[in-house]
């Protein structure tokens, strides 16, 4: 089984990431089950604008559109900005949604049969919100979201330090990040044994 952790922070790299080091708390669990996970920076990509699976030369879009066709479980991370998924995270779900019209051999939208969930940070509040928006946009495009598919992390009410800064609340996240991480393999399995078919005509 494989995972894709999709880190939608503003950062570049090499710069340190906060989203990306609570989503390999996720990752870390998952690697126990024997998951093999692969991430990708999206602000790292030349990501096009668009709503398509390749928008032509130049565009990187096409090897994260494969890597999500081989992973069967898809971790979307994105920091809080204004209350809302990073503008990079809004470009990636506007990438996948492709996918919708995409279907595999039997005629089963593609995203059928695999899991997916999000992790937030921000020193802002507005984790919930995030969590609603990205969830509901992937549960649009077919993945099956499974309960408690989340984690985050902020210090809230109002402005604060960065995870990475800030040792508070990390239990917490981190319990959670492990619970998201055994819901997301749980379901993932399920969907092996007993996938979803075609949608009726």
Known sequence: MKALVINCTLKTSPEPSNTHALAKVVADRLETYGVEVHFARAVDLDIKPGVTSDAGEGDQWPGVHSALLESEILIMASPTWLGRPSSVAQRVLERMDAMLSETDDDGRPVAYNRVAG????????????????????????????PGQAWTYWHLGPGAGPDYLDDERGHDWAHKTGRAMAANLYGTARALQENPLGAPPS
């Open 118 to 145: 999000v992790v937030v940070t921000g020193n802002e509040d507005g984790a919930h919100h995030v969590i609603s928006e990205i969830s509901g946009a992937l549960g649009d495009i077919g993945y099956t979201i």
